[in-house]
């Protein structure tokens, strides 16, 4: 994660010094502009997009954004993330790659929009502006080494202290507690109940980090097919709600703003989806196999 991250911020700051910044947000800004953002925010939702949330925090760290911004960009990032590694984890699970990958495109440009539209507007900065290019080099450097430390020293503590918090509820039973309290919210959610110790997990851990878990329910049988595509419909755009989202958080993002929208989205596409499996079991039509 530490390697990810001083790659990733070192590179955004040498393509910002070299100006290549500026000349994609130039092309990128009347599209990033239908949802509020300036076009630097592109390079930013690629990086998660490909990589991850870490990523894409070490490329915020370079950039000045308002509050509003970073929510948008934030719920964005939080919809479709790390799409490479996630999206194998669903299609081991039983979910088609490409609906996948759509459902949590689609999820982002909604979630921006959505934002957008309803967000009131604001103009305060979640950090001072970004370090003209036109500075020294030397300058440049010593400015992003303590903005990369601070980044870096925030990540560590939320994620060690979240790990630790998470194998206690683990030890304790905890978790498999709250997943009988959960179950009337998942029903809200279009869930089956069976999937609730498995939302939980896609929730505290994430996708990437639950994928043993969920493979091993799945192949255990505890969870047939057509729950867990339910299920990865839900959690496509609305996964780690704890470690991600208090991330973006601890950089100026609003928290309601980020979680609310997200289970909206998910609620809309698992209802979508329990239609259309409704509709091909009465006409007798069979889902695509996983691609």
């Known amino acids: 994660m530490i390697r990810l991250t001083i790659l990733v911020s ?45 990523g894409a925090l070490a490329t915020i760290g370079t950039l000045s954004l308002t509050i509003r911004e970073l929510t948008i960009l934030g719920i964005m990032i939080l919809c479709a993330h790390n799409m490479l590694i996630e999206t194998a984890v669903q299609r081991k699970t039983g979910s088609p790659v490409i609906r996948m990958v759509i459902t949590r495109t689609a ?110 329910e799945t192949e255990a049988g505890k969870v047939n097919a057509r729950d867990v595509d339910l299920l990865n419909h839900h959690i496509g755009v609305a996964h780690s709600n704890i470690e991600d989202l208090l991330l973006f958080v601890s950089f100026g993002g609003l928290f309601w703003w980020l979680l609310l929208p997200r289970w909206l989205i998910a609620m809309l596409f698992v209802w979508e989806r329990r239609l259309e499996l409704q509709i091909r079991h009465k006409t007798g039509t069979r889902p695509k196999p996983c691609t």
Not at 18 to 40: C, D, N, R, V
Not at 187 to 205: D, E, H, M, Y
């Open 107 to 216: 999820g982002a440009l909604i979630g921006g929009l959505l934002l957008h539209w309803l967000m009131p507007a604001e103009n305060i900065p979640t950090a001072p502006a970004t370090t003209p290019a036109t500075l020294p080099l030397q300058t440049l450097a010593s400015e992003w080494l303590l903005s990369t430390g601070w980044l870096i020293l925030r990540m560590l503590t939320l994620i060690v202290g979240l790990s630790f918090l998470q194998r206690l509820l683990a030890e304790f039973g905890i978790i498999r507690l709250l997943s009988k309290f959960l179950r009337p919210l998942l029903k809200i959610f279009g869930l089956p109940a069976r999937t609730s110790f498995l939302w939980i997990v896609a929730n505290v851990l994430g996708l990437a980090y639950g994928a043993a878990v969920m493979i091993e």
């Open 10 to 54: 070192l590179g955004v700051e040498t393509l910002r010094y070299l100006g290549i910044i500026a000349w994609t947000s130039e092309y990128l800004s009347p599209l990033f502009q239908l949802i509020g953002l300036p076009g630097e925010a592109s390079l930013i939702f690629l990086t998660g997009y490909f990589v991850n949330i870490y």
